[in-house]
């Protein structure tokens, strides 16, 4: 029994996502959530399925269920990383038509721009890796960028084009964090963190909370004038430790991407915006060839032909994504909030017009954990 279409987002928010006013992680979730339900037109105690991850807590569904004074009688906490919660999509979808539960939210929350701006996670060393001095996760994506330049003779100023293309977007958003346009220049001068990765070759650190509310399709249709449906969902994974990765510049994002995509019925050429993870440039590139956008080993030279800037052939990261919007330790929810944004034509300045099928796709740890969801305004390709 498949679960495309059967699920819908009928709600939505994001807060705080450059700078918490004082809140917890747990508390700039909870505010998410609160304001996603409202946008729903439900309230709290309607929602009785919680999905979460967390680089806080142990138990995030324990902690958030608790911050909210909900009883949930479905809960899922997995772990992808940043993907978790565009998986976190399938299986609320899956929970709802099971009759697990009927108002799903999925949520995230960070502090960590407020957290001294460095990547705050719980701690789990890796015993492989830690010792020879490779700092996680930059020291691994830095290994990934010089084997797919010596592979594939991609070069830095090719690299720094993504993140050109995506403060364009970012300059669409009302709110976007920086409201300066960047050059190549300026990413090339900037400060090298790993080489040949540059500061501006990395994503943004900040806070930021984001919540969606699910459904099923029915109680979509009588809930929501703009439901955005679940067509497509897939998963996949390879390795943990990026020594462990078998080819430093090839992902599970093919596989999971494919799945997704034969869910809802629909090719990559019918998608009208995507949403893909960027933490650093080199990882949106590697995405980007083997979620088919552009063939493997020619994504420098698609990032370069200004492809994925506004007005060119990809509607891609449309707010400017992790490199020039919001990060705060994981991105996925965000991806996906920007989509369904996107799908109910409330993007503004930034609208991609008629838009009608999203491809989210993320990733977690170093290109390790994958997921990817097709979501259309309509609950049929």
């Known amino acids: 029994m498949s679960i495309s279409g059967s699920a ?15 809140r917890s992680p747990a508390g700039v979730m909870a505010v998410a959530v609160a304001q996603a339900v409202q946008d729903a037109g439900l309230r709290l105690s309607d ?72 990547l705050v996670s719980m701690a789990e060393q890796s015993a492989y890796e830690l010792p020879y001095g490779l700092i996680h996760p930059i020291g691994a994506f830095g290994m990934v960028a010089h084997r797919h330049m010596a592979q594939y003779g991609t070069t830095g100023e ?28 300026e990413v090339m001068s900037s400060r090298v963190i790993a080489s040949p990765l540059h500061k501006l070759d990395c994503c943004l650190v900040t806070d930021g909370g984001g919540a969606v509310v699910l459904v099923s399709a029915e109680r979509a249709r009588d809930l929501s004038p703009h439901p955005v449906y679940l067509l497509g969902s897939g998963e996949a ?71 994925v800037a506004p007005g060119g052939s990809l509607a891609l990261n449309t707010n400017g994504a992790g490199l020039s919007y919001t990060h705060p330790g994981m991105l996925g929810i965000f991806l996906v909030i920007e989509a ?23 990733m977690g740890m170093t290109l390790a954990g994958h997921a990817t969801a097709v979501l259309s305004n309509r609950p049929e390709a």
């Not at 819908?8 to 004082?22: E, H, N, P, S």
């Not at 364009?168 to 409201?179: G, I, K, M, N, R």
């Not at 390879?238 to 019925?265: C, F, I, K, Q, Y």
């Not at 893909?276 to 420098?300: M, N, Q, R």
Request: with cysteine; net charge negative; hydrophobic share 45%.
């Open 8 to 22: 819908a987002i009928i709600g939505a928010a994001q807060v705080d996502t450059f700078k918490a006013r004082g």
């Open 47 to 118: 929602v009785d399925g919680l999905f979460t991850s967390s680089s806080y807590y142990a138990m995030p569904t324990l902690t958030l269920g608790e911050y909210l004074g909900v009883n949930p009688t479905y809960v899922d906490s997995t772990a992808l990383g940043g993907a978790s919660f565009v998986a976190h999509l399938g299986h609320a979808a899956a929970a709802i038509q099971a009759g697990l539960c009927s108002v799903a939210v999925v949520a995230y929350g960070s502090t960590q721009r407020s957290d001294a701006g460095s």
């Open 158 to 185: 090719q690299l720094a084009a993504l993140a050109v293309a995506a403060r364009e977007w970012s300059l669409l958003v009302d709110d976007a964090p920086f409201p300066e346009p960047l050059t190549i220049d």
């Open 237 to 307: 994974q390879n390795h943990r430790n990026v020594s462990a990765m078998p080819d430093l510049t090839t992902t599970e994002a093919a596989r999971s991407s494919e799945r997704a995509l034969a869910m809802a019925g629909v090719r990559l050429d019918e998608i009208d915006t995507a949403h893909v993870y960027d933490a650093f440039t080199i990882s949106l590139l590697v995405l980007l060839e083997d979620l088919g956008f552009c063939a493997k080993g020619e994504g420098g030279a698609f990032a370069a032909s200004g492809a």
């Open 340 to 362: 369904v944004q996107q799908l109910r034509g409330a993007a503004g300045r930034r609208q991609v017009p008629d838009a009608r099928l999203s491809l989210v796709h993320a």
